[in-house]
């Protein structure tokens, strides 16, 4: 059945739940045309004594893959070795978990060279991603 535009909904704040049946949905379309059905999320999170997230790392693994999705430290705790712990830690659990390939990405401006000083290759680059800057796809063999 056909649709109009009336019947699109355009949302700049849509519901988390909404995104999360969107996931739910490609999940499953992956798993019946891969029948790999071992998918995962994966957090790793450091808090202060109040509970407050201070660092973080997010991310997946499926198959023998694993995605990482964003990695944040807090501005003042950044350069003490924090991040590459996480990345260490996100590296381990899924070697624990199976995985041989651990991709990102990343914008110029954001840390590319910190992934490659902990052995991820750059692959491929998209300039003008916003322009001026390029976004890089980043991996890293890790079994």
């Given amino acids: 059945m056909p649709y109009d535009v009336e019947a699109l909904e ?5 519901a988390p739940d909404d995104i999360q049946f969107l996931d739910d949905r490609l999940y499953e379309f992956n798993v019946a045309a891969t ?11 450091v808090r202060d004594a109040s509970g407050t997230i201070t660092a973080g790392l997010s991310g997946w693994t499926w198959g023998d893959c ?13 350069g003490g070795g924090l991040g590459r712990r996480l990345v260490g ?7 624990h978990r199976g995985c041989r390939l651990v991709t990102l990405d990343s914008h ?4 590319p060279e910190f992934y490659r000083k902990l052995g991820y290759e750059l692959w491929a680059m998209l300039d003008g ?15």
């Fill in 108 to 111: 110029s401006f954001q840390a």
């Fill in 89 to 95: 830690a996100a590296e381990r659990e899924a070697a």
């Fill in 129 to 143: 991603y916003p322009s001026p800057h390029r976004h890089c796809y980043l991996r890293k063999t890790i079994a």
């Fill in 10 to 14: 355009i949302e700049s704040t849509p």
């Fill in 35 to 45: 029948g790999i059905d071992n998918g995962r999320l994966l957090g790793i999170f």
């Fill in 66 to 78: 694993c995605r990482i999705e964003k990695l944040w430290v807090r501005e003042d705790l950044r």
